[in-house]
C-alpha cells in the first residue's frame, strides 16, 4: 500500500525566515511519482513539483527547493527567505508506477508565515 | 498548458436533493478521471475513478448508489450526489488523465443545508 506522511501539521514562522517542509511516503513501486502541490485558501490546487523516482537530483526553483532522498523515502520542501502569500496548505503527494494511477495525498501542512 | 473545469465552482443545496458536478477537460482527451473529496482541514481522498465508457471503480467505503459518476465522453465525467445530506457537504475536486500528466480541476465547494 502506499503511504504519504507530513509529520508537520502546522508551521509558523515571521516573514523573510526558511521553512522546510517534510514528507516521508511508502510505497512497493520501484519506479513512481513525487509531487507537491500548495493549496491556497480558494481551494484550486497549484501544482509546485513532480519527481520520478529514477532522478534524485535535489532542485531548485527561486526561492523553493526540494531534496529527494530514496534512502530514507524522503522528499522535503524548502522555501528560502519566506513571505506572507507562501502562506496555505501544502500537500505532499504519490503517484504509482503507472502515471495514469490516482494520487496518495499527505494530510497536508498548514504554513502561515506572519509579517 | 492543459486545463480542467469544474462547474458549479460552489453549489448550495437542501438536504434530500440531488446535486450534479461537471468534470471537463477542456483542450485534451482524458480517459480516466479521479474524483477526490475534501472535508475541511483534511486532505484529499480519492473516492473514485472513473474510464469513458466504463463503469467506475470506487474506493472502499464509498457508496456507489449514493455518488453516481458517468464518464461519457473524453472529455466530460459527472458526479452526481443523490440524495445529498449535511454530512455530504465538502469540496470535490477532479484530475483528468492526459497522455502524460494529470491535471487537476479547480474544484467544487458543495453545502448541504
Known amino acids: 500500500a502506499q503511504k504519504v506522511t507530513q509529520a508537520q501539521t502546522e508551521i509558523s514562522v515571521v516573514e523573510k525566515e526558511d521553512v522546510t517542509l517534510d514528507c516521508v511516503y511508502e510505497t512497493r513501486d520501484t519506479t513512481y511519482y513525487l509531487f507537491w502541490y500548495k493549496q491556497p485558501p480558494s481551494g484550486e490546487l497549484v501544482f509546485l513539483i513532480r519527481r520520478n523516482s529514477f532522478d534524485e537530483q535535489n532542485e531548485i526553483s527561486g526561492r523553493y527547493s526540494w531534496n529527494f532522498q530514496k534512502s530514507t523515502s524522503s522528499f522535503n520542501f524548502t522555501i528560502t527567505a519566506s513571505q506572507v502569500v507562501d502562506s496555505a496548505v501544502y500537500f505532499c503527494?504519490?503517484?504509482?508506477?503507472?502515471?495514469?494511477?490516482?494520487?496518495?495525498f499527505g494530510p497536508g501542512t498548514r504554513l502561515s508565515v506572519l509579517p | 498548458g492543459a486545463v480542467v473545469s469544474q462547474h458549479p465552482s460552489w453549489v448550495i443545496c437542501k438536504s434530500g436533493t440531488s446535486v450534479k458536478i461537471e468534470c471537463r477537460s477542456l483542450d485534451f482527451q482524458a480517459t480516466t478521471m479521479f474524483w477526490y473529496r475534501q472535508f475541511p482541514k483534511q486532505s484529499l481522498m480519492l473516492m473514485a475513478t472513473?474510464?469513458?465508457?466504463?463503469?467506475?471503480?470506487?474506493e472502499q467505503g464509498v457508496e456507489k448508489d449514493k455518488f453516481l459518476i458517468n464518464h461519457a465522453s473524453l472529455t466530460l465525467s459527472t458526479l452526481t450526489v443523490t440524495s445529498a445530506h449535511p454530512e455530504d457537504s465538502s469540496f470535490y475536486i477532479c484530475s483528468a488523465r492526459g497522455q502524460t500528466e494529470q491535471y487537476f480541476g479547480p474544484g467544487t465547494r458543495l453545502t448541504v443545508t
Open positions: 472513473s474510464n469513458e465508457g466504463s463503469k467506475a471503480t470506487y
Open positions: 503527494a504519490l503517484s504509482g508506477k503507472n502515471y495514469g494511477q490516482n494520487f496518495v
